[in-house]
């Protein structure tokens, strides 16, 4: 059977792809993302977290919480070892010992959001050289769909979480999605204004059939 050990090997790995699970893995990501929280509000906030930070793996909840309840379970048996070797009395020490697994409990919680915020920053920093590049390729002759490619691919070393977004779209639009939903769904897994406004100038733009190089 897995142990927890296991539900946080190559944890980027599940968060990002829609890697094969082992059944068994599976079953007990299932079980320990369903101790972690119910609250389909606080599921929802931390599935959006997470999709903020590139992590859109289907899995991704079930393995942040599942790496929550291990760091909490590895904290605890941390500290009871430690405290005992400080020589602390037996009640002290489990006190202690739960002060540290609540510590343990919620540092993912930090990790998520201080990774979310450093990738909305950098796919914010590089959206002006986007769009830029967009309206270049556009103006050199390439269609929206390979513009997109193209940005997605030029952007690599600039930002690599706003390359990752625009290549996402391609993707999305080459596995049959409409440009204006894929073009929402990137508004939608980032919080960030600016490119909220870019999406809206793309698909007006698309809908009137106007210039897409002359409406950014």
Do not use: C
Request: overall charge positive; charged content about 25%.
């Amino acid at each position: 059977n897995p142990t927890l050990t296991e539900t946080i090997i190559d944890t980027e790995s599940i968060l990002k792809e829609k890697n094969e699970i082992n059944p068994k893995l599976q079953k007990l990501l299932d079980s320990l993302s369903v101790a972690a929280s119910k609250n389909p509000k606080t599921i929802k906030r931390k599935s959006q977290l997470l999709i903020q930070a590139g992590y859109t793996s289907e899995n991704a909840y079930k393995v942040y919480a599942s790496v929550k309840i291990a760091a909490a379970i590895i904290f605890f048996v941390l500290g009871i070892y430690g405290f005992k070797l400080l020589g602390h009395p037996p009640a002290k020490m489990i006190m202690l010992s739960f002060l540290v697994t609540i510590v343990g409990y919620i540092i993912p919680d930090y990790y998520l959001i201080l990774k979310s915020r450093k990738r909305q920053a950098s796919i914010g920093n590089a959206l002006p050289d986007a769009l830029d590049l967009l309206v270049i390729t556009v103006e050199a002759g390439l269609s929206l769909n390979a513009a997109i490619m193209k940005v997605g691919e030029e952007l690599r070393i600039r930002s690599k979480a706003l390359s990752d977004e625009f290549l996402l779209v391609h993707q999305d639009l080459r596995t049959g999605r409409s440009r204006e939903q894929a073009l929402r769904d990137l508004a939608t897994r980032n919080n960030i204004e600016d490119l909220r406004i870019f999406v809206g100038a793309l698909v007006i733009a698309d809908k009137l059939g106007t210039s897409v190089a002359r409406t950014l």
